[in-house]
């Protein structure tokens, strides 16, 4: 097989995001968009892999790391500028070439190779990857002779009435033979409106030379949708997202209303799983199979395992074993450990804290710093107190213990195995196995007291 490369054109600002981070490293579905066209190239099984970067450089570089090279384009003068900066590092190597932009996610590697074969099979020196468009205002067209071989591209503003009726338009992709890019490169000019060198001039030089021309016309138009300004941005990220639920929903999870679920793109469920509407799961989580997640969730780059049930509530960073449920409105924090038919309800916050198996977090509690064992029962209101003004520190309670409602733990301490902490106390002082801490107040009641309050109820 001839060797393939691919050039990866990232180099614009993007004014018309209108935003201080560069247009390429705008995120869809988790993911930025440079970072979804490498994605989908690199499943291609490339031999090189060449990006184009000027503005924002060092984060594209950073966003994509050791995966490509790369070559800068100081001054935007045009695509057909942009690709001769590869010229140094793919200018002798035999083979074929594509060119893809970095605005354009939406690009399937089942595309790309299809591309590659088509060309192959028509030995061209350039092949075009085109669809046909719904609406082909703005797009440059595809000019086929009555044979349908392609005559030219012409642009909008170039266009007749007849052409303009065209509705097969140039999708911004081309394979091209290699050295026949690179050499014809070196003839193209500036001559236009825009003062710019432009790749598209490089398909007359090869149609003059007599070279063969082709052009792929794929299925799915909406697979080219670059993104100029917030709007293309916002459209692409639907078609992303209705991509990834419609992967899942085939793979026997359950969303209730996809159009209101939006789930990243590296995102794995298993099956039998059910997804409430509103929900949002990002990063590098993975739900298991037969879980449950309530409506308006978020789910931040956790691990939840088999039958789990999530109620209306916000995780990040954590991990819960089976059986296991929490919410309504509850939040873990980072580093935290929820073990099997371990039971956290409404309004329960856990920071870094492991809590054991069977353990039951009913309601209003906080929880930091903890390690909490099997089959303890936390009443509501209950508070670990972590942090003394400069340093945290960690509190750890025994198995089958009872902390009883209204509670406060002061950190650093220790509650041993089947201890009894009763209600409304405050506990400083570590607790021995079988015993019963108490620190409050013994009550006192005043006999009459209420007729000297100034009001009559």
């Known amino acids: 097989m001839a060797v393939r490369n691919t050039i990866i054109l990232a180099a614009g600002k993007g004014t018309r995001m209108k935003s201080k981070l560069y247009k390429v490293l705008h995120r869809i579905c988790g993911r930025t968009m440079v970072d979804h066209v490498l994605t989908q190239v690199e499943k291609t099984h490339m031999d090189n892999v060449v990006t184009v970067v000027g503005y924002g450089a060092e984060d594209v570089e950073r966003e994509l790391g050791d995966r490509t090279k790369y070559v800068v384009q100081e001054k935007q003068l045009g695509t057909g500028d942009a690709v001769i900066k590869a010229e140094p590092l793919l200018a002798n190597v035999e083979g074929t070439t594509m060119v893809v932009s970095g605005d354009t996610p939406l690009f399937t590697s089942e595309t790309f190779e299809k591309l590659f074969k088509y060309h192959e099979e028509k030995q061209a020196a350039v092949t075009i990857l085109t669809s046909k468009a719904p609406d082909p205002t703005g797009y440059g067209r595809i000019v086929r002779?009555?044979?349908?071989?392609?005559?030219?591209?012409?642009?909008?503003?170039?266009?007749?009435?007849?052409?303009?009726?065209?509705?097969?338009?140039?999708?911004?992709?081309?394979?091209?033979?290699?050295?026949?890019?690179?050499?014809?490169?070196?003839?193209?000019?500036?001559?236009?409106?825009?003062?710019?060198?432009?790749?598209?001039?490089?398909?007359?030089?090869?149609?003059?030379?007599?070279?063969?021309?082709?052009?792929?016309?794929?299925?799915?138009?909406?697979?080219?949708?670059?993104?100029?300004?917030?709007?293309?941005?916002?459209?692409?990220?639907?078609?992303?997202?209705?991509?990834?639920?419609?992967?899942?929903?085939?793979?026997?999870?359950?969303?209730?209303?996809?159009?209101?679920?939006?789930?990243?793109?590296?995102?794995?469920?298993?099956?039998?799983?059910?997804?409430?509407?509103?929900?949002?799961?990002?990063?590098?989580?993975?739900?298991?199979?037969?879980?449950?997640?309530?409506?308006?969730?978020?789910?931040?780059?956790?691990?939840?395992?088999?039958?789990?049930?999530?109620?209306?509530?916000?995780?990040?960073?954590?991990?819960?074993?089976?059986?296991?449920?929490?919410?309504?409105?509850?939040?873990?924090?980072?580093?935290?450990?929820?073990?099997?038919?371990?039971?956290?309800?409404?309004?329960?916050?856990v920071k870094k804290a492991q809590i054991d198996e069977g353990t039951k977090v009913g309601h209003l509690t906080y929880i930091g710093n903890a390690h909490l064992g099997r089959s303890i029962n936390v009443g509501c209101g209950v508070i670990f107190a972590n942090y003394d003004g400069k340093n945290k520190h960690n509190i750890t309670v025994g198995d089958a213990s009872f902390i009883g409602s209204n509670s406060n733990l002061i950190a650093p301490i220790t509650v041993a195995d089947h201890s009894f902490i009763a209600a409304g106390s405050t506990i400083t002082d570590d607790v021995k196995e079988y015993d019963m801490a108490i620190a409050r107040a013994r009550q006192t009641n005043k006999p009459g007291y209420y007729k000297k309050l100034p009001y009559d109820g």
């Open 145 to 349: 002779n009555d044979l349908g071989i392609v005559e030219k591209i012409v642009e909008q503003k170039d266009a007749s009435k007849e052409e303009q009726a065209i509705n097969e338009i140039n999708t911004g992709v081309y394979v091209f033979d290699n050295q026949a890019l690179f050499e014809s490169l070196h003839q193209i000019n500036n001559d236009n409106a825009q003062g710019e060198y432009y790749l598209t001039d490089v398909i007359e030089i090869l149609k003059n030379a007599g070279r063969i021309i082709a052009a792929y016309q794929m299925a799915d138009f909406y697979e080219s949708m670059g993104v100029n300004d917030r709007i293309a941005l916002s459209k692409a990220t639907k078609v992303m997202q209705e991509r990834i639920n419609n992967h899942h929903m085939t793979e026997g999870v359950s969303i209730i209303n996809p159009e209101d679920t939006y789930i990243d793109v590296d995102i794995q469920i298993g099956s039998d799983t059910v997804i409430e509407p509103g929900v949002q799961i990002h990063g590098k989580t993975t739900i298991g199979s037969n879980c449950r997640i309530g409506a308006h969730s978020e789910i931040i780059d956790c691990k939840l395992h088999d039958n789990i049930h999530v109620i209306s509530s916000y995780l990040q960073e954590s991990e819960m074993l089976d059986n296991s449920n929490i919410g309504p409105y509850s939040h873990l924090r980072p580093q935290s450990i929820i073990g099997e038919h371990v039971h956290l309800g409404n309004f329960v916050e």
